[in-house]
């Protein structure tokens, strides 16, 4: 199969139309077959329930190439039943989770063309989505949805080596309490995004939001978990008391990793914004970056500094751990890494 002729080592995080994309209708209270398209957008009613009530949940998970020549892709069992539970909360007819990873493997094999080369750092981003299609004009939910997923060839997240970040204490809150911060719906994301371009006009890289109920304990970021690492090398991960923080695959994936990899002991609890000051790393992890480094943190009246020249050596261990199992050069003990049949 013959490559598309893309710059692979310097593609940017923009969208870039492939030569298919996956669809599935719900209607009469029933998911279609399912088929691939090469038609990238979508024709809606004007009362289409997305455009009025927000329906609409998101997955993200990415393709790429191993060592040996692989396609594969990351525990996509995991977007599959993450997407099923955000659709359940906003009233949602769940894709079913194994047509979930059947069409994830279609719409990547169609696409194979797409898929960066071993070694390019970039890969195939994979965005499942679903909206409601139906008409609503009174307050309730639609009865008519599409599950779609676009593929997209991105860049490496770090070019030329990974470097430690600042993060800004939000003055805004990400999710309210006990609401919808625990599912991977857009309109977490709408209430994030000015507080996300504040943070970046002011020089930082992202937020770091407190717990909506108290502003006590630390929550998470826009788009990633937050990890410590204490003084006694134990990794911490910040819990919530009102269930708004969305479930990393990546987070979850890490405390694998440092309990069975590198033997380390996992904390997972809440944890204290006035007490981050006592922890020797930080970082924000998600399935772009896998890890990011926090450098430093800055509150109005406090600066938490875990410096800024150099990654931790916890994370950068994590880091390599999870990013050597993905690329197939460290054993995959716990059949994480799914292989496509592209041929
Ligand atoms: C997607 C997302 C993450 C990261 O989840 P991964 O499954 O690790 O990619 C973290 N926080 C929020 C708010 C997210 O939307």
Redesign the pocket.
Known sequence: MEKKDLDWANLSFEYQPTDYSYVSNYRDGAWDDGALTADHSIRLSECAGILHYCQEVFE?LKAYTTESGDVVCFRPDQNAHRMADSARRIVMPPFPEDRFVDAVEKVVRANAAWVPPFGSGATLYIRPLMVATGDVIGVKPADEYQFRILVTPVGAYYKGGVKPVKVQVSQYD?AAPHGTGNI?AGL?YAMSLYPSVEAHAAGYADNMFLDPETRTYVE??????FLFVDKDGNLVVPQSATDSI?P????RSLVDVAESYLGMKVIQRQVRFDEIDQFVECGM????AVISPVGEVDAADKQVVYGMDHVGPVMQRLRETLTGIQSGEIEDRFGWVHKIDVE
Do not use: Q
Request: some cysteine; proline content about 0%; charged content about 20%.
């Open positions: 993200g990400r991977k977490n998470e970021s826009g788009g990633a978990n969305l990393s695959i990546t987070r992890c998600g399935t772009a």
